[in-house]
């Protein structure tokens, strides 16, 4: 069953208000009244090719592969990046071993600090350009990489700085040193963050880096090599392989690294971990999630509608922690819904550069594909749909925020990772049912709760099998707080001094 766009009609007529009323046109606030605001692009170079960073400086890869990198927004191609292969990260992985045996892991850890504090103030200084690229590369809207990435980047370089010089603090009664060289793979939901997340704690640990960026989005980690080279970060301390899976594969493999992190799909995240079985290597995993968001009916239904549309449709809803399956209390649910569908249809979507968008570009084909199967597929299985009558681009990946009712917990949307802006709500009416349903996932990265009530938010958040839970709101992050998951959402935790954790050694106690 489909149902599309209860909006009230286009134009009403002036005197239909209250009778006798003087007759004045209505303010409009619906989604087509908004001029455009589009940010602009001047600020950005990018060039028409890349090479890789290797030893403090762009090298031309010796795999001759290239591979473009498009704006998901219009289906224009960017730029052209090189596809490292094997010989080129084992160049990479050489020259992080040597920056970490000649100095790096011996540096004074305020000394390490002060370059982190460098990157931390140069990334804010050029913030947005970083913005306005990692818009234009990855299809998000301005304003979340305008006013989360980008600021949230530049935080994990300054909040690991201070931990640089401190480790001996962080972990009492145990001295901490680094594991050596690190190799890192990360997404491309949020691609400056996730090289920050991975990149600050590892530095500031003592380890040297060879990161492998997305292949849908790798200009932001190509004009962060400038930023490492402004910094006078040594040469070797991180390396930039670009590249598409098998360069990933490739940097896991290698024999020269000693630890690995992850983010992405729990498919390649398992395949990693059978790669590394028995290698001694560390690893930590960070992989998909099917959050559980839950409303329960003393909660405060105005916040907690922006809650669940910010839980949901940030980011296009391709967020590994996006609150997915909405939990509502039934006595509630009637009036939630109604909300929530109100809310929607004034949700803009369409071009990411435009300040006033909400809902931007899907990440690619491939990823627009998918969305549209697993829609398609909740449609097939007797749930009920529901999307706002917006105009989408004629150009480029886009996909109307949707909304599923009547979904059972055996569909497919209930259960699989969509990763994109689909919501499928359930129904409860205790909280043992609620912390059932919740739990009711091989996934175990977030949850969320709605209430009034102190006790129950413990209670609650107790009982939830998932590495974060939020109480009143969803989707916050912050370097001081630990970010991770259970079961096929991974292992090992990125953010405070847990996540410091991840890329140390403890001598004097156990870990
Ligand atoms: P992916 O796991 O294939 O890609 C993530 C990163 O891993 C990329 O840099 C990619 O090049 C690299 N990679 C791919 N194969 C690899 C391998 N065998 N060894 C090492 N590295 C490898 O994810 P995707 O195909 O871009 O997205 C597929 C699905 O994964 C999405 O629909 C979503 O459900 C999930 N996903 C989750 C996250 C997250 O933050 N947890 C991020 C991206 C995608
Ligand atoms: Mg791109």
Known sequence: MSETGEHLPASIPPSAGVAGAVAADPPDFGPESYAPAPESTDLVQVADEYGLFIGGEMVPAQSDRMAPTVNPATGETLATFSVGGPTDVDRAV????????????????SVRARYLYRIARLLAERSREFAVLETLDGGKPIKESRDV???????????????????????????????????????WNFPLLMAAWKLA???????????KPAETTPLTALLLTEVLQDA????????????????????????????????????????????????GRRLTLELGGKAANIIFEDAALDQVTEGIVGGIYFNQGQVCCAGSRLLVQESVADVVITKLRRRMDTLLVGDPLDKNTDIGAINSAAQLHRISELVSSGVEQGAELYQPSCALPERGWFFPPTLFCDVSPSHRIAREEIFGPVLSV???????????KANNTPYGLSAGIWTEKGSRILQMAERMQAGVVWANTFNRFDPAS??????????????????????????????
């Open 149 to 187: 990435d980008i600021p949230l980047a530049a935080a994990h370089f300054f909040h690991h700085a201070g931990w640089a010089d401190k480790l001996d603090y962080a972990f009492a009664g145990a001295s901490a040193g680094p594991l050596g060289v690190v190799g890192q793979v990360i997404p």
């Open 426 to 436: 359930l129904a409860f009416r205790t909280a043992t049912e609620a912390v059932e």
């Open 232 to 279: 006078d970060l040594p040469p070797g301390v991180v390396n930039i392989v670009t590249g598409d899976g098998a360069t990933g594969a490739a940097t896991v493999a290698h024999p020269g690294i000693d630890k690995v992190a992850f983010t992405g799909s729990t498919a390649v995240g398992k395949e990693i971990q059978r790669t590394l079985a028995g290698t």
């Open 201 to 211: 704690p590892a530095l500031a640990a003592g380890n040297t880096v060879v990161l």
């Open 94 to 109: 050489l020259a992080a071993r040597e920056a970490y045996e000649s100095h790096w892991r011996d540096m004074s850890g």
């Open 482 to 511: 630990p970010f991770g998951g259970y079961r096929e959402s991974g292992f090992g935790r990125e953010g405070g001094r847990q996540g410091l954790l991840g890329y140390l050694e403890l001598q004097g106690i156990g870990r």
